[in-house]
């Protein structure tokens, strides 16, 4: 499987950015994306996940009520929707997938596919 994130961008403090993760194979509805972050000289963390029919989706606390994940499974894509964007929020966006299942999990060793990144930078 090879995941593609892209949509990072230079964006004002308080705007928006959509991320997309494209996956290149045929299975895309049976597992789980999830997207984490690393902002420079911290540890990767858990921003958002959705299974693989997009009914469950769980968020880190730190960007509940802001970002928003959502999939398309006929454009094999999953979005992250980030608004009110914040300093905070700089930092290298991944997408990964985790074939365990239906499971929506927060921990980053139980993904088994990682894309490239796409960077996100929020400026004054």
């Known amino acids: 499987v090879q995941l593609q994130a892209s949509g990072g961008g230079l964006v004002q403090y308080g705007g928006s950015l959509r991320l997309s993760c494209v996956a290149s194979?045929?299975?895309?509805?049976?597992?789980?994306i999830g997207w984490f972050r690393q902002a420079p000289g911290k540890e990767r963390e858990f921003v958002a996940t959705i299974s693989g029919t997009g009914g469950r989706a769980i968020y880190a606390d730190s960007i509940k009520d802001r970002f928003t994940i959502s999939r398309d499974n006929s454009k094999n894509t999953v979005y992250l929707q980030m608004n009110i964007l914040q300093y905070d929020d700089t930092a290298v966006y991944y997408c990964a997938a985790d074939f365990g299942g239906v499971r929506v999990s927060k921990r980053a060793y139980e993904y088994d596919y990682w894309g490239q990144g796409t960077l996100v930078t929020v400026s004054s």
């Open positions: 194979d045929s299975t895309f509805s049976t597992y789980t």
